[in-house]
């Protein structure tokens, strides 16, 4: 069995990766989407207290690291200027869709509804930075959705609770960093041609 010690491999490497990220964005070659990153921030930090009633114990932290991480380049990111993407009307309307879906949780006392629309919430604020890496792939680095996937690979395999509340934050995470990662190399793998957003 997997130490559960490891993940803090993950969280070193995670840091790495959001340090190399800010390291972009001062560079001008990156550039976040706010409202992305913003509910990037929120959801995860809602999901690690989710995890933690439901007993997760070191495996969570790779959930708090994904909002974590965000805070820093919201705050980094402020000393830059023009740092920010344009927001634009579709990035606010699937902000907001965002923010009622994690509203939501409110409703309800399940964990597992509550853990879902937390992921929901976080997925309709990946959109925005989809569509901005789906154009314009140069403005994305791809080191901070690499460190994701591998801190919460790590997260799944030091799990020894598997129920849903558990594992679904980190399956989802993993999911939507692979997501990232293609769209900002889909031109390199040959999948440049297509109908644009």
Same mark, same amino acid.
């Given at each position: ?40 921030? !929120? @959801?995860?930090?809602?999901? /690690?207290?989710?995890?933690? $009633?439901?007993?997760?114990?070191? =495996? %969570?932290?790779?959930? *708090? ?58 997925? !309709? @604020?990946?959109?925005?930075? /989809?569509?901005?890496?789906? $154009?314009?792939?140069?403005?994305? =680095? %791809?080191?901070?959705? *690499? ?51």
């Amino acid at each position: 069995m997997i130490p559960e010690k490891i993940i803090f491999v993950g969280v070193l490497i995670n840091l790495i990766t959001y340090f190399l990220y800010i390291k972009s964005i001062f560079r001008g070659g990156t550039r976040p989407n706010l409202i992305s990153w913003f509910i990037w921030m !929120l @959801a995860p930090f809602l999901g /690690f207290f989710f995890q933690l $009633k439901a007993g997760a114990g070191l =495996s %969570s932290l790779s959930v *708090f690291m994904v909002g974590f991480g965000p805070l820093l380049v919201i705050t980094f990111s402020l000393f830059k200027k023009n740092a920010f993407w344009k927001i634009r009307f579709f990035d606010v309307v699937c902000g907001i869709f965002s923010l009622l879906a994690l509203a939501l949780y409110l409703a309800t006392k399940n964990l597992v509804v509550s853990i879902v629309l937390v992921m929901l919430g976080d997925f !309709l @604020a990946y959109i925005p930075t /989809f569509v901005k890496s789906w $154009k314009y792939p140069e403005t994305e =680095s %791809s080191s901070i959705y *690499f460190g994701g996937i591998i801190i919460n690979i790590l997260s799944l395999l030091i799990i020894k609770n598997w129920i849903f509340a558990i594992y679904s934050f980190p399956i989802y995470l993993i999911f939507g960093n692979s997501i990232e990662i293609f769209l900002i190399y889909r031109k390199k793998l040959g999948f440049a041609k297509g109908a644009d957003i």
